[in-house]
């Protein structure tokens, strides 16, 4: 049984600051890993995707991959009340097929 | 940009009703796939379909069935529908085969009384 694992939260973190959300993997043939944002009532978003060990940067995201502890994870940067949403971590493994966690609600107060 | 839409965003349904969602992408990807979304289960996979008239089972096919006749358009069907099928139900594209980035619809919410 392949597993994603995320904590629930909520994670709650002042306007401004950096949001850290975790999440690690079990099958250890996953290749592609993917953070979602939703939005409560919407259908989630893709906002990052990785495919090889250490970070890839998109604006005040940034995206970590550390294969060898199967553990992926989502910065950020200066976040702001509207990031306020549930992120999804989602892995894809060599049957081309995703498993996704349960997903962190992230509260940014201003 | 990716643009998959789905028929309905509400839809209430009886008990033993037969019931169709539907899912059209312009993309002309191979690959569409539906989900399910429940509160503490998260997301679960339910069939795929990576080409005209071909399907796979995902995790949890019980109670539906799907139907791929045009590539831009996947249908998943609830032979019988029942209370236990009321959920958000969600569907998918992949960008192509290199990325495997997954598009979503806006969800259809479906409600079985």
């Known amino acids: 049984q392949k597993e994603v694992e995320q904590n629930s939260g909520p994670l709650s973190v002042p306007e401004g600051a950096i949001a850290s959300l975790n999440c690690t993997y079990s099958d250890r043939g996953s290749q592609s890993f993917f953070w979602y944002r939703q939005y409560s009532g919407k259908s989630p978003e893709l906002i990052m995707s990785i495919y090889s060990n250490g970070d890839k940067e998109d604006g005040r995201f940034t995206a970590q991959l550390n294969k060898a502890s199967q553990y992926v994870s989502l910065l950020i940067r200066d976040s702001q009340p509207s990031d306020s949403a549930t992120y999804l971590c989602?892995?894809?493994?060599?049957?081309?097929?995703?498993?996704f966690g349960g997903g962190t609600r992230l509260m940014v107060k201003p | 940009d990716v643009k998959v839409t789905q028929s309905s965003r509400y839809l209430v349904k009886r008990t033993g009703e037969k019931v169709f969602l539907e899912c059209v992408q312009d993309m002309d990807h191979e690959n569409m796939f539906w989900y399910r979304q429940d509160p503490g289960l998260g997301l679960r996979l339910i069939y795929f379909s990576y080409d005209v008239k071909m399907k796979e089972k995902g995790d949890i096919p019980e109670g539906y069935s799907v139907s791929r006749e045009k590539k831009e358009r996947f249908s998943l069907i609830l032979e019988s529908a029942s209370t236990n099928q009321t959920s958000m139900y969600l569907c998918a594209t992949d960008t192509d085969s290199s990325s495997y980035e997954q598009y979503f619809g806006p969800g259809t919410r479906l409600t079985v009384t």
């Open positions: 989602a892995v894809k493994d060599a049957g081309n097929m995703l498993t």
